[in-house]
């Protein structure tokens, strides 16, 4: 059975940092692409960063390019995304998921395994 589990949420102040971390099991997903996702209360889910399978390519949406970065590690079947210069509108549930391809886009459509969430606030 697959299971993807996030960690790293938490509270932070607005400009602070916190890295999340999601680990697979089940399977190892090394040929395949992932990202993060994050859901705000009342809004839809969007796409945050996705990664190719060997780290090649990266995409990250606007709002985040130059404060979050993408990152896997295939041995340890990880991806992790790191976050700085956090801001209130951060604020939202965290999912990491995998891609049916090796490449990883930004549309919810592209991904068929997805993690449980972990809450990320960010205090103004």
């Known amino acids: 059975q697959v299971q993807l589990v996030e960690s790293g949420g938490g509270l932070v102040q607005a400009g602070g940092s916190l890295r999340l971390s999601c680990s697979a099991s089940?399977?190892?997903?090394?040929?395949?692409?992932k990202g993060w996702f994050r859901q705000a209360p009342g809004k839809e889910r969007e796409f945050v960063a996705g990664?190719?399978?060997?780290?090649?390519?990266?995409y990250y949406t606007d709002s985040v390019k130059g404060r979050f970065t993408i990152s896997r590690d295939n041995a340890k079947n990880t991806v992790s995304l790191q976050m700085n210069s956090l801001k209130p509108e951060d604020t939202a549930v965290y999912y990491c998921?995998?891609?049916?391809?090796?490449?990883?886009?930004?549309?919810?459509?592209?991904?068929?395994?997805w993690g449980q969430g972990t809450q990320v606030t960010v205090s103004s």
């Open positions: 998921a995998v891609a049916t391809s090796s490449s990883s886009g930004g549309r919810i459509e592209e991904y068929d395994y």
């Open positions: 089940g399977d190892t997903f090394t040929a395949n692409g």
């Open positions: 990664i190719a399978w060997n780290s090649a390519i990266t």
